[in-house]
């Protein structure tokens, strides 16, 4: 689930904010990986509905990793960004 949806949110932003160009191939693979998500937020639901959770909702824990990943995503967008716009070397950048 963490994976999959900041994958999404990396290459969102990335075009959005970087101009990054993607392939046809790369959109089918970000595609496969919302295909992924969904199917993995419904199985969590429909096994919710079975039988309950001992600690509230199911979907509450999605919604957090969702929000999460969404995060990761955009601190490595923006870090990338931030490198790019004050001219970092490769050493400045990894360490």
Request: proline residues 2%; charged residues 15%; contains cysteine.
């Amino acid at each position: 689930l963490l994976d999959g949806f900041s994958i999404v949110c990396i290459m969102l932003l990335s075009w959005a904010l970087l101009d990054a160009r993607y392939t046809r191939w790369h959109i089918f693979a970000t595609l496969v990986c919302i295909v992924g998500l969904s199917l993995t937020v419904l199985s969590d639901t429909l096994m919710a509905n079975s039988r309950p959770a001992l600690r509230g909702p199911v979907w509450i824990g999605d919604m957090l990793v969702i929000m999460g990943s969404a995060m990761y995503g955009m601190s490595n967008v923006l870090q990338e960004r931030l490198y790019k716009r004050h001219g970092c070397s490769q050493l400045e950048a990894l360490g």
